[in-house]
């Protein structure tokens, strides 16, 4: 009885031991490099991609961030997260998957569609137009305009007192976020 019990417990731990190593990723799952088309517009190694003043950039990545300067016009798809970064009088759009980013400063222009637990921040008289999954963190504030749209629910919008902000949740044509006693907007859950 000992020996059988022994051998549930090692072939277990060999079960456990197989699933580890299945889900541990090699060097040859590295990610594919970041590419760019538009005069100005490079991208690292580390998949770090900047376009310049005036130019109009379009990046592909699996995951990666892009900055983009100011007066340019930028766009970005990626599978996973993307991280954007938007400065004064630019145009971004960028469309990634869980846990993208976007900062939208000063009078940039900035469209993110973002999967679950994306973050945006837009701030000065920038406008937003953002859809995002579950999980998300809007904040909007000094004089910004904010359009949010949360999908499936269970997203936070902080908006400042002097900015436009709107919160639609659900699908299609949801109903209009809860209002908070401290400013915030949220979907799916309670203040």
Known sequence: MTFRNDSIANALLLAVLALGHASCGD??????????TGKGCTCSV??????????????????????CEESAKCNVQGIGAVSVECHDSSQCKANGGVGSTLSCIESSHCELKGGARSVAACTDSSEC???VGPGSNVDCMDSAQCTIK????????SCG??????????????????????????CGTSC
Do not use: Y
Not at 46 to 67: H, V
């Open 129 to 131: 137009k953002i859809n």
């Open 150 to 157: 949360c999908e499936q629910g269970d997203c936070e919008l």
């Open 161 to 186: 007192p002097n900015t436009k902000c709107e919160l639609n949740c659900g699908e299609k044509d949801g109903k209009p976020g809860m209002d908070c006693a401290d400013g915030r907007r949220i």
């Open 46 to 67: 580390a998949n770090e991609c900047t376009c310049t003043k005036g130019d109009d950039c379009k990046t592909t990545c699996e995951q990666c961030s892009l900055t």
């Open 27 to 36: 060097d040859d799952d590295a990610l594919v490099p970041a590419s760019c």
